[in-house]
């Protein structure tokens, strides 16, 4: 583990939400410097796209991460479990899947620091490739058509590289292709209550969630009416992950049932967990 890793406690991603009743990132920007870079990746769009092309560096250590802070039981755990999980990866690269909300850039960036990792959100190589802002200004100004062929083309050149954390968006899983890029590497599923995710996005707006925006109403009711419907429709999909990472699970494993005070070190020595359990299993069978 990379040694800026601290020890000072960091809140909840959940604070503040009500408690789940059934299963299912605010995000956040992404620099994109690295250190030493070991190759350049060309993301374009196809020739029905005005963009123009960028051109991102990857770094063979953590690049363009803010520094997490954990606890000091949390900061040991996190270390332990990347040094069992790294023989087993072989730089193979780690795809983060799940719906708008459930945490994949902030536990996508922990998971890349403790791995040594290159961290990528694909919404924001996505808003660099056709340069605009933002993935509801995407959909507002072409299609949400044009944003998934723009999304495809990014995993697939993302598929060609090694030793990143990749977040996805909530959508990505519903084309094959894609899963087609993603199983190159590994793929990890974030499975957040609906409740939980309808009540953060709630609180802090539906403004950039494209799927999200147009209903009027009650903030809480139109999120979570839409985010089951859209869960509904992907459940299948997101079940074809690699590993499973229940907040739901982890909430009874430290003896409560309140996913709203769950860490994100807490969600990502999970995702360790069950990144070494597939792994591992992996391994037996082969052998």
């Given at each position: 583990?990379?040694?800026g ?8 991603v959940?604070a ?23 190759r ?15 051109k ?8 363009g991460?803010?520094?997490?802070y ?8 996190l270390?332990q479990?990347?040094?069992?999980v790294?023989?087993?990866l ?18 996508g960036?922990?998971l890349?620091?403790?791995?040594g ?16 802002s933002?993935v509801a ?63 953060r996005i ?22 979570y ?9 992907r459940?299948?999909?997101y ?5 499973r ?7 009874v494993k430290?003896?409560?049932n ?6 994100p ?23």
């Open positions: 583990m990379d040694a890793v601290g020890l000072r406690a960091k809140p909840s959940w503040g939400l009500g408690n789940p009743h059934r299963s299912s990132t605010a995000r956040v920007p992404v620099s994109f410097a690295a250190e030493k870079p070991v350049s990746l060309v993301l374009g769009s196809d020739c029905r796209s005005r963009c123009a092309k960028l991102v560096s990857c770094s063979r250590k953590a690049a991460i803010e520094k997490a954990y606890s000091a039981d949390e900061a040991l755990v270390k479990k990347a040094e069992d790294i023989p087993y072989n730089d193979r690269c780690i795809y983060l899947v799940g719906m708008m909300g459930s945490g994949k850039t902030t536990v960036k922990i890349a620091e403790v791995l990792y290159s961290f990528f959100d694909s919404d924001k190589l996505v808003e660099k490739a056709v340069g605009i933002s200004e995407i959909f507002q100004l072409h299609s949400e058509a044009f944003f998934r062929d723009n999304e495809s083309e990014v995993l697939r050149d993302l598929s060609s590289m090694h030793r990143l954390v990749v977040a996805t968006g909530g959508g990505a899983v519903i084309r094959p292709i894609n899963w087609n890029y993603m199983k190159k590497g590994l793929t990890i599923w974030l499975d957040v209550p609906l409740d939980a995710l309808a009540r709630a609180a802090v707006g539906t403004a950039s969630r494209p799927l999200l925006h147009q209903e009027s109403g009650d903030p809480y009711a139109k999120a009416a839409k985010l089951t419907s859209l869960f509904e429709q459940m299948d999909s079940a074809n992950a690699d590993a990472v229940s907040l739901e699970h982890i909430a430290q003896g409560h309140d996913v709203t005070i769950l860490t070190s807490a969600i990502a020595i999970e995702a360790l967990l069950k990144m070494e359990s597939f792994l591992t299993e992996k391994a037996m069978v082969r052998n």
